[in-house]
């Protein structure tokens, strides 16, 4: 589904990209699972710009998004809004399939991007664990070739004076951990900072280059027909998840030391704290096995998966927006009851209460259901 808004201005208006929905039918069932059929019209030579970064760096959405937006009268611009890779909920397997399968989607039906904007909000004060691997995935996913196409946005200038985002800017141009390599390759430092016109002028700068250009995971999974873990981005999460297993390992060697103690202490209330810790740690451990073999698929097995697991989300959804329904008609012919019966007030303020609740949550869950359509491949 793409969504339809104006160029964003301000930090507030990227982040408020999805104020603008239109509404979502149910009764769509022409689309394949995981999109809907209003979706399928970015076109090849379509202005297509795709953005990047840390959650809450202006960034609107924790799926992929397109939004729709008026460059002039006669032309529009398609704005690619990715997760990133700091996500509470998702890890980064789930987050780079989402973004490698748009990605892969779009290049294999002659969609190009006109550039890639990557956006850091100024007022951090330093580059945290987060900010780093974001970046460092950014870098995976575009490749040396693709910088020059990359704009290097800083956004929430109204949370800083001048002097101190200057600073700011200058430690993020000089450094080399930072953004220094990607400029010397070609990559422009944008300030995002004066709402609208400082928009305006990033997506003329990334038109006026007319140079389509092609991410390096685009190039590893359909031109070189590699497995995702075998593409840059892939390396660099299976090796984070290798990592992992490796602490994963200690800890639970550290627990098998622990609980000899306990035993031999006759500490129980500490072997039932050892034993959950060990399920735990267990556990994390093998959801971190299972996201290294998720990666290990070309771009075809990959579209599958993702068209599966959509269409499954979708019908628990749809599932649970049946059961919400269900509530809502039994709690209204309960109030109707009560009217009809003078019941006291409270009680039909409370009744009335909960109904509101019930709207407010189906509204919720067809939130999720754009949400899941649009982070399947809309291009055709």
Not at 134 to 143: A, P, T
């Amino acid at each position: 589904m793409v969504r339809h808004t104006n160029v964003p201005g301000s930090s507030e208006e990227w982040d408020q990209l999805e104020s603008d929905v239109p509404e979502y039918s149910v009764e769509d069932t022409t689309a394949p699972p995981g999109r809907t059929a209003a979706a399928l019209n970015i076109r090849p030579g379509d202005i297509v710009i795709a953005v990047m970064g840390i959650t809450g760096s202006g960034k609107s959405t924790s799926n992929v998004g397109i939004y729709e937006c008026a460059y002039d009268s006669k032309t529009k611009v398609y704005f690619i809004d990715t997760p990133g890779f700091d996500d509470t909920y998702k890890s980064d397997t789930d987050i780079l399939r989402e973004i490698a399968d748009w990605l892969s989607q779009a290049y294999g039906n002659h969609i190009r991007l006109t550039g890639i904007v990557y956006l850091h909000r100024i007022l951090d004060v330093r580059l945290g664990g987060s900010a780093m691997k974001n970046l460092r995935m950014f870098k995976k996913l575009c490749g040396d070739d693709a910088l020059p196409s990359v704009v290097l946005a800083t956004t929430w200038w109204t949370g800083v004076d001048t002097g101190t985002g200057a600073q700011r800017e200058r430690e993020l141009a000089t450094r080399d951990s930072f953004w220094a390599g990607m400029i010397s390759k070609g990559s422009r430092m944008f300030r995002q900072d004066a709402g609208p016109q400082s928009a305006r002028h990033i997506v003329d700068y990334l038109v006026g280059r007319k140079r389509p250009v092609t991410l390096k995971i685009q190039e590893e999974l359909v031109d070189e027909n590699k497995t995702l873990d075998e593409t840059g981005a892939g390396l660099e999460v299976d090796a984070q998840l290798a990592a992992q297993k490796k602490e994963f390992e200690a800890k639970l060697l550290q627990i098998q030391t622990d609980m000899r103690q306990a035993m031999k202490d006759k500490d129980n209330e500490y072997q039932e704290e050892l034993l959950e810790f060990k399920r735990e740690t267990e556990e994390r451990m093998r959801k971190a096995e299972e996201d290294r073999l998720r990666l290990q698929m070309d771009q075809e097995t990959l579209r599958r998966e993702r068209d599966a697991e959509l269409a499954e989300e979708r019908m628990r959804i749809m599932r649970e927006m049946q059961a919400n329904n269900e509530r809502m008609m039994i709690n209204e012919h309960e109030l109707k009851m009560m009217e009809l019966n003078h019941a006291n007030e409270l009680a039909k303020q409370k009744l009335a209460f909960e109904i509101e609740k019930e709207r407010a949550e189906k509204q919720r869950l067809a939130q999720i259901i754009r949400e899941k359509e649009e982070s399947s491949c809309t291009v055709m």
